[in-house]
């Protein structure tokens, strides 16, 4: 006959930690003290992220990018040809129209990208870089080219975003067209990189149109079709969780050299020992990489990637890599590398996952859920046990004083049996976060957190321990 | 006395010398993406495309002029281009530094303080 605790205070002490817990799991969700679980959700998604790319290495991407190097702004300036006026950055108008006009000039048509996004941001006109409105022209010559059927690549620029929007001079300037302008800055999305975001304030009356396309969505929407894909999905919006990713290439990739390494180097980080992982090389990224001196000394059709095979649709990325700018951003695989490529890994993912990319989803009410099943079958666990060793302290036949042996081998079961389930949780919730990130294509947000969670749970004072209270 | 005309001398063939430069004769060969170059009609500085202008055919005889553009004369007008947007006889050909590398990535832990040309440091 199972003995039953005959103290009812024992259902109202169950309900309180209860509801404790509740308010204590829906705190750490909702609010992210301290930034615990962005924190810790940011590093798993680093090491995975990171363990991905060593793991499955992808295929050349039909991206080229152009990079506005110093060496080449300067060997561009002394040659013979003087093909850019200014000798360093910024450059003048009229050098960013020859840099445009060359890229949208392929010779043959086939060897011509679809689409061109120009990563600089023309904020407002600048007296000492020239007559803006010399590349306007430019920039609608190239929009509405002369005669007919010709195909010229759209040409996408810099668009700035809420917290940078264009001014309306510039955007006059330009050619006044919505249409060319790609969104580059943005806010409210964390590491995440939406797919439209505003270009101006709600309360802005500038001309400029209220939202703009991210520069890889712009592009894609040139890709994509060009490719004869469904891109009937491309107008959803949402954000990514980008998966920097490395090219299938044994100097880059080959997972029986670096991936051993990179587990034990990982595991010792881990374990509180050893650097974290070195960088991977940016030449290993999947795209095909210029600089700007090698545009204006290639022969005519050599932006193309040269995996490519005549006349497949690619796309263009121009952006000026220099530290001094300071346009450079966090990567889980490459460290710090330019913006510019940025959205190219953007534009990667697009093309590689289509409507699989990872998306930001705010999952929290979920995890509330949940959190609250698993208090429940804590609390329940921990009141059950209270009920059937509680009535065997109140007996007037107590057991004899347990010596320092039984209490130490108890002690120890117990603190084994919580480790166990601490160990089991975590495992249980890394599968969980891998199972969403690899095959739903969701960043989860908000779980890691319940690792320490239910590790306060199992450690706490009134878990059973299979021994009379005192 | 010396000094002066020895001073005067020198500002002479200067000037000259500059004046030669300026007036220096080239060969244009080649228009670069004639839809896409803008032309300056002299004087009235109205833009024309290159592509636009009938009958211009390289290779055109033209003279250096101010700010690294060039002079030609078509049916008896005068335009303007910029140097970079034509190629030149017997021009060097453009050599590409393959050593020097781009800094495509920097360190995670690098930090910088103040942007290029900003003339002003601003704390991260």
Known sequence: MPRTDSRPYHHIEALLQFIGLVFLGLWVIWADPFGLSTASEKALATDISRSRAYVSPVDPAPITVVSIDYPSIEALHEADAAYLEADDWPLSYRDHARILSRLVSAGDPDDAPVAVFYDIFFERPRAASGDMAALGRVLARISDPPGSGERRPAVYLAGGGVQMPLSAESFDLLGGRGSMLATAAWQDHGDYYPLWAPLRPDDDASPLPATGPSAALALYRHLCPAQGKDCDWLEDGGAMSLQWVMRDDPACSDRWTHLPGYVIKTVLRYAGAGDPPGAADPHCMPFHQVRLQDLFAMPAGGLRPPHLPKGAPYVVLVGAVMPSLNDYHDTPLYEKVAGVYLHAMAVENLNRMDSDFLREQNIRGVSSVLWVLIALFVCLRRHRARRRTAPASAGPAAPPEPTFRDIAGRRLRALGSRAGWVLLMIVLITLIYLFCYSVLDIALEGWLFMIGLVSLLLFSKDEPTDRPDP | ?124
């Open chain 2, 1 to 124: 006395m010396r000094a002066r005309i020895a001073q005067a001398l020198f500002g002479a063939s200067i000037a000259l010398l500059g004046g030669i430069a300026a007036a220096e004769t080239v060969r244009i060969t080649q228009i670069n993406n004639p839809d896409l170059v803008e032309l300056k009609r002299l004087p009235d500085g109205e833009y024309l495309w290159a592509s636009d202008l009938e009958g211009l055919k390289p290779p055109v005889r033209a003279q250096r002029a101010p700010r690294n553009r060039l002079q030609f004369k078509h049916h008896g007008k005068t335009y303007e281009v910029d140097r970079g947007d034509v190629t030149l006889d017997r021009e060097q050909a453009l050599v590409v530094d393959a050593c020097s590398t781009v800094p495509v990535s920097l360190k995670s832990d690098s930090r910088q303080a103040s942007v290029k040309g900003a003339g002003e440091a601003c704390r991260k």
